[in-house]
């Protein structure tokens, strides 16, 4: 099956940081989400982005599909950001969807 | 209209007990999926529906899990005689339509814990 990494698999970051998280995914993909679990375990959708780049306030995400990547740009980092980030993929040709084994988040004041 | 919505919330059940769990998904939404999350981990797949059919099941762990979909809307994920290997966190997300092309919202989840 696809494998998709996410690294890191832990951040601590100061409020008011920026930060990078990125996916690797091993194969063609016809649908990649980004996913925040907050604390209570619900998960938020982000973006949905199998290709190119989208901006959502604070958040954006570039997808470059032919390089089989993803990142998530976090800018100005609040501690409401902590949690874990979830890439989840789809890969072409298939209903069943993998997600990576998330970034474990951590925003101190 | 509102979210995907599971009950219950919270299941504690005694090892070889059975248990049902139910999504209610996004109304008029097609597609349904089945995860399974255990602790620390990322959601695993179990189980997709378009419609009422079940088109992949692939991700069930073993004959004691079954998932239904009737009438193409609210889906029942049932296990039978429990076992502890079982306890993990079951998430039901839904799509507007077939799998592939449109993104998938997740319910809050239905915690089981087999003691």
């Known amino acids: 099956g696809i494998q998709v990494e996410q690294s890191p698999p832990d951040l601590i970051l100061q409020e008011g940081a920026n930060s990078t998280l990125r996916c690797n995914f091993s194969?063609?993909?016809?649908?990649l989400q980004w996913f925040h679990q907050n604390p209570w375990g619900q998960l938020i959708n982000l973006f949905y982005i199998p290709s190119g780049t989208k901006q959502n306030g604070r958040l954006s995400a570039t997808t470059v599909a032919t390089e089989r990547y993803s990142l998530l740009y976090i800018s100005s980092s609040q501690t409401t950001d902590s949690g874990v980030y979830f890439c989840a993929v789809e890969r072409r040709g298939y209903q069943k969807v993998t997600f990576g084994i998330g970034t474990k988040l951590q925003v101190i004041p | 209209g509102a979210g995907v919505s599971q009950s219950p919330r919270y299941k504690v059940a005694k090892r070889g007990q059975d248990v049902a769990l139910r999504c209610d998904p996004i109304?008029?939404?097609?597609?349904l999926f089945w995860y399974q999350q255990a602790l620390g981990q990322g959601p695993e797949f179990l189980t997709y529906?378009?419609?009422?059919?079940?088109?992949?099941k692939s991700g069930l762990p073993s004959d004691r899990f079954f998932a239904e979909r009737p009438e193409g809307s609210v889906s029942t994920l049932k296990i039978q005689r429990t076992q502890q290997e079982d306890s993990a966190v079951y998430l039901c997300?839904?799509?507007?339509?077939?799998?592939?092309?449109?993104?998938?919202?997740f319910g809050p989840g239905t915690r089981l814990t087999v003691t």
């Open positions: 109304s008029g939404h097609v597609s």
């Open positions: 997300a839904s799509s507007l339509t077939v799998a592939g092309s449109y993104e998938q919202y």
């Open positions: 529906f378009q419609n009422e059919a079940q088109l992949d």
């Open positions: 194969d063609s993909v016809n649908n």
